[in-house]
């Protein structure tokens, strides 16, 4: 499975909803994610992906877009 479908299986399992945001769309201004569900996103990517993401990097800016989460995850693995 692809990167941008499991950040995407993740982000259905967060929000509760069955959605399909294009990849550089805000996931904070479309409802989807807010300051309570980032933490609750990240550590669904964190255990979906194998990785360790620091609380140091809980910014919305990081993880705004499937883009933007995309990029920081390649980062890490």
Known sequence: M???ARILK???AVS???INPGPDESLFTSGLLDS???AD???GLEDEFGVTIPDS???ARKFDTISKVETYLAAKV
């Open 2 to 4: 692809e990167s941008q």
């Open 10 to 12: 993740v982000l259905k």
């Open 16 to 18: 509760g909803k069955d």
């Open 36 to 38: 309570f569900a980032l």
């Open 41 to 43: 996103f990240v550590s």
């Open 57 to 59: 990097d809980l910014s």
